[in-house]
C-alpha cells in the first residue's frame, strides 16, 4: 500500500496515521483526505488494531483545506474518479456542495468501528478543526492554536462543530470572529481530553491510547456507538447537515466573492494577509498585511463566489 501525503503504520494495537504536507502546514487536499479514509479503514479491517491515532509531521497538525490547487489527480485510486473527492457515496454535484461533503466524508470516521485520537500540535484551523473534532479524543500541544479565520471573509464554518463542544459564548465566539485559542484553553472549555507540554504530546497520547487499547474491539465499539447514538438523538446529524445549507448561502452573500477575486488578482498569500490584516494574527501578522481596510465587498469587488465548493 503506497500512499502520496500520509504515512500508516502498526504498531501492536494501535494503527497511526500520519498527515506528512509538512511544508505546506498539512493542508487537506483531496487527495490527502481520501487516503486518510482510506487509512482509517484499513485500520478498522485489521483485527490486532484496537485504536487509531490520527497525526501530523511538521508544526501544524493542519492549516486547513487546501485553497490553491485542492482537486487530486484523475489517476489517484483514493478519490472518486468523477468527483477527484474522497468518496462518501454522493457525488456532490452542482455548485456549493464542498461542506456537505466535508460533513458526509467526516461521518466515515463518526461511524468507524474503533476510536480516533487527534493528536495535536501547532496550527489547527479551519478544516483542521473539523477533522480533529470529528475524532473521538483530541490530546494537544499546550501552545496548539486552534481557529477558523475563514468565518472573517469567506464563508461559514463547514461542518458547525463548536456548539456541540463548547459552551454556548464560546461557540459563538469561534464561529463569528475566527480568533485562535491555545491548546491549554481547548482543554478547559471541554474540546481536547488533554493538554500537554508540547515535548510530551506524542509520548502521552501514545501511552492514553495504548492504555484504552487494552479493551477488546467489540467493546470498544459497542461503547462508541453508544455514545454516538445519544449525541444523534440529541440531533448532532442535523444540526451539522443543517449547518452545510447555511455554509452554501453564505457564499451567495454580496462580498461572498470578493477573497476569491483577491487570490486571483494578487494571490493566496496577499487575499490571507487582507482577510486577517485587522485581527492582527495568522497572516495578519506580517508587517505587509493591512492593519486597517474597507469592509469586504465596501469597495464593489463582492460578486458572488462562483467556485463550486465554496473555499474555505
Not at 487537506?28 to 490486532?48: D, F, P, Q, Y
Not at 511538521?58 to 474518479?81: I, K, N, Q, T
Not at 488578482?265 to 494577509?273: H, M, Q, V
Amino acid at each position: 500500500m503506497t500512499y502520496e501525503d500520509i504515512k500508516y503504520e502498526t504498531d501492536g494495537r494501535l494503527a497511526f496515521i500520519t498527515l506528512n504536507r509538512p511544508k505546506k502546514l498539512n493542508a487537506l487536499s483531496n487527495n490527502l483526505r481520501g487516503e486518510v479514509i482510506h487509512a482509517m479503514k484499513e485500520a478498522e479491517a485489521t483485527t490486532e488494531v484496537g485504536v487509531i491515532v490520527l497525526r501530523a509531521e511538521g508544526r501544524a497538525f493542519s492549516a486547513g483545506y487546501e485553497l490553491a490547487a485542492r482537486a487530486a489527480s484523475p489517476d489517484s485510486p483514493y478519490v472518486h474518479p468523477r468527483s477527484l473527492l474522497p468518496d462518501s457515496g454522493s457525488t456532490h454535484p452542482g455548485p456549493m456542495e464542498w461542506a456537505r461533503h466535508v460533513v458526509a466524508t467526516n461521518w466515515v470516521i463518526w461511524e468507524l468501528a474503533k476510536p480516533v485520537v487527534a493528536q495535536v500540535q501547532g496550527y489547527c484551523l479551519a478544516g483542521g478543526t473539523e477533522l480533529a473534532s470529528i475524532c473521538d479524543f483530541r490530546i494537544v500541544a499546550e501552545d496548539a492554536q486552534i481557529g477558523y479565520p475563514p468565518v472573517r471573509a469567506m464563508t461559514s464554518v463547514d461542518m458547525v462543530w463548536a456548539p456541540w463542544h463548547l459552551p454556548m459564548a464560546k461557540a459563538r465566539e469561534f464561529a463569528y470572529v475566527g480568533d485562535s485559542f491555545s491548546g491549554r484553553r481547548m482543554e478547559e472549555l471541554g474540546w481536547a481530553n488533554y493538554a500537554v507540554p508540547p515535548d510530551d504530546l506524542a509520548s502521552f497520547t501514545e501511552t492514553f491510547a495504548r492504555r484504552m487499547a487494552h479493551i477488546d474491539n467489540d467493546m470498544l465499539m459497542y461503547s462508541k456507538r453508544a455514545v454516538n447514538r445519544q449525541y444523534e438523538v440529541m440531533g448532532i446529524r442535523t444540526g451539522l447537515w443543517s449547518g452545510t445549507e447555511i455554509q452554501a448561502l453564505s457564499t451567495y452573500r454580496p462580498a461572498g466573492g470578493e477573497f476569491s477575486r483577491r487570490v486571483q488578482e494578487d494571490g493566496l498569500k496577499a487575499a490571507l494577509e487582507w482577510r486577517d490584516g485587522p485581527f492582527r494574527d495568522f497572516r495578519g501578522a506580517y508587517e505587509s498585511a493591512p492593519k486597517e481596510r474597507p469592509l469586504a465587498g465596501a469597495d464593489g469587488g463582492g460578486a458572488a463566489a462562483t467556485d463550486r465548493y465554496g473555499s474555505t
